[in-house]
T-cell receptor
Framework: ELKVEQNPLFLSMQEGKNYTIYCNYSTTSDRLYWYRQDPGKSLESLFVLLSNGAVKQEGRLMASLDTKARLSTLHITAAVHDLSATYFCAVDSGGSNYKLTFGKGTLLTVNP | NAGVTQTPKFQVLKTGQSMTLQCAQDMNHEYMSWYRQDPGMGLRLIHYSVGAGITDQGEVPNGYNVSRSTTEDFPLRLLSAAPSQTSVYFC???????????FGPGTRLTVL
C-alpha cells in the first residue's frame, strides 16, 4: 500500500524567508504532483513531476523529485502573504491507471 | 470550457437516504476520479475511471457506487447515507496519463 507523508503539517513563516516542504512516499513511483488549496476552495495544480531529477519552478515555488530517495521537495523562496494556503503532494501508484494517494497537506501561513 | 462541474454545492441528508453527486467535464478527459476530503486526512480516493464503461475502487469505496456511461459524466451514488460520509467531495479529471488533474469546485455533504 502506497503511503505518502508530508512534513511539516503546519508551517508558520515570516515574509521574506525561505523554507522547504518535504514529501516522502513508500513505494516506487515516478509521477508526483503538487497542489495548492485555499480555504473553502478546490485544488489547483502547481507542478507535475514525471521523472527522476525533475525540477520545476513557478514564481517563488520550486519543486523537485528524487525517485531513488522517494522524496519530493517544495521550496519556497522569499515568502509573501499570498502564498498562505494548504499544499498537498500526491503520488501516482503507477501502471496504466491513475490512482493518486495524497499526503495530509501542509498548512502554510506567511506572516508580515 | 466549463472544466469540471459538480452539483450540488451543498447537501444535507438524513441517515439512510440515498443521493447522487453529479460530476461532468467538457475536456474529453479519459480519467475521472472521486475523492473525499476530511479535516487532517488529505484527500482519499473513492472510485476512479479510466474511460467510459470502466471503473475501479480506490482507497475508501464502501458505501459508494459509480458508473461511467459517457466520457463526460461520472456520478457518485451514496446508497444509504451515514454520518461517517459527512465530508467534502471532489471530482477530478485528467488526460493523458501523467498529466495534471483538474478538480471540480466540490460538494459539501452533511449527513445527520
Amino acid at each position: 500500500e502506497l503511503k505518502v507523508e508530508q512534513n511539516p503539517l503546519f508551517l508558520s513563516m515570516q515574509e521574506g524567508k525561505n523554507y522547504t516542504i518535504y514529501c516522502n512516499y513508500s513505494t516506487t513511483s515516478d509521477r508526483l504532483y503538487w497542489y495548492r488549496q485555499d480555504p473553502g476552495k478546490s485544488l489547483e495544480s502547481l507542478f507535475v513531476l514525471l521523472s527522476n531529477g525533475a525540477v520545476k519552478q513557478e514564481g517563488r515555488l520550486m519543486a523537485s523529485l528524487d525517485t531513488k530517495a522517494r522524496l519530493s521537495t517544495l521550496h519556497i523562496t522569499a515568502a509573501v502573504h499570498d502564498l498562505s494556503a494548504t499544499y498537498f503532494c500526491a503520488v501516482d501508484s503507477g501502471g496504466s491507471n491513475y490512482k493518486l494517494t495524497f499526503g495530509k497537506g501542509t498548512l502554510l501561513t506567511v506572516n508580515p | 470550457n466549463a472544466g469540471v462541474t459538480q452539483t450540488p454545492k451543498f447537501q444535507v441528508l438524513k441517515t439512510g437516504q440515498s443521493m447522487t453527486l453529479q460530476c461532468a467535464q467538457d475536456m474529453n478527459h479519459e480519467y475521472m476520479s472521486w475523492y473525499r476530503q476530511d479535516p487532517g486526512m488529505g484527500l482519499r480516493l473513492i472510485h476512479y475511471s479510466v474511460g467510459a464503461g470502466i471503473t475501479d475502487q480506490g482507497e475508501v469505496p464502501n458505501g459508494y457506487n459509480v458508473s461511467r456511461s459517457t466520457t463526460e459524466d461520472f456520478p457518485l451514488r451514496l446508497l444509504s447515507a451515514a454520518p461517517s460520509q459527512t465530508s467534502v467531495y471532489f471530482c477530478a479529471s485528467s488526460s493523458p496519463l501523467g498529466a495534471e488533474q483538474f478538480f471540480g469546485p466540490g460538494t459539501r455533504l452533511t449527513v445527520l
